[in-house]
């Protein structure tokens, strides 16, 4: 393109989004080998646009196999990148003074799926076959959506899948919550399962909270997280968007 700046070439395409293009090592005061690019895009640059360089990505030839073609696709460039491991040097004796614990280690149990107590039981009675010959059931193939429910709502039956969930020395049951909402849930029993969790290709063993919901008719409608505590414990980091607040009849 006649409009390209002067000494501009296809390098100049390559732009670092996360990461960097050389680390020096911070002992031997040496550049590594080789580019620490976490993110790199490759598009025309800016200066070529205000220049009002007219062509794109794909009038850009790349050798492959010897023979330059133009890019049509993302794997083109792909191919061409190499990864590398590098080792770095610590020294045996640290000056730095120790640091303390950014928190506490105690187990936080982890609120994985929410859903109507009917729709699981019915799904986890109902066994499937699966390529590995691994004893499923058709719980395996959910997905996480909010599980919805009206304002308003007393007693609802739910299930709440989790990760970590322990009892009290005496016996004592987890406690679920939703923060900063008019919606109260009460655990009724826990039970340990075998499922696979939806993104997981293997089974693996987790614990079942059935609960009753109560939400208050003034309860604000939309989004929200559930948080999960064993007993004795604060609760740990809540699950986004498990579950969904309607407006009742009356607020349309």
């Known amino acids: 393109d006649p409009k390209l700046p002067r000494g501009a070439s296809a390098a100049d395409c390559w732009h670092i989004v996360r990461g960097r293009e ?17 993110h790199g895009v490759f598009q ?28 049509r696709y993302g794997a083109q460039i792909a191919e061409t990148l190499q990864m590398g491991l590098f080792a770095w040097q610590v ?13 506490d280690l105690k187990q936080r149990p982890q609120p994985l799926q929410l859903m109507y107590e ?12 699966n390529p590995t010959g691994t004893p499923m059931s058709l719980a395996s193939n959910l997905v ?15 299930v709440l899948v989790c990760h970590g969930i322990s009892l009290g020395s005496k016996g004592e049951l987890p406690s679920v919550t939703v923060p900063d909402s008019e919606i109260t849930i009460n655990v009724t029993k826990v039970a340990d399962i075998t499922y696979a969790v939806p993104g997981h290709s293997f ?6 909270l059935s609960l009753r919901v109560d939400v208050a008719k003034e309860a604000r409608v939309g989004l929200r997280d559930i948080q999960v505590a064993n007993f004795g414990q604060t609760p740990g980091v809540a699950a986004a968007a498990l579950l969904y607040v309607n407006a009742d009849k009356a607020g349309g």
Request: glycine letters at 10%.
């Open 144 to 158: 996480i959506v909010p599980t919805q429910i009206q304002r308003g709502a007393s007693g609802v039956s739910m």
């Open 44 to 71: 025309i640059p800016e200066l070529w646009t205000k220049a009002g360089v007219s062509f794109t990505v794909g009038d850009i030839k790349i050798k492959h196999n010897g023979v330059a073609t133009p890019i």
């Open 91 to 103: 020294p045996a004796e640290s000056k730095e003074a120790p640091q303390a614990c950014v928190s």
């Open 22 to 38: 050389s680390i020096t090592d911070p002992v031997t005061g040496q550049v590594f080998p080789g580019n620490f690019i976490l």
């Open 118 to 129: 009917k729709v699981w039981n019915a799904c986890y009675g109902t066994p499937v076959k």
């Open 203 to 208: 089974t693996g063993k987790f614990q079942l």
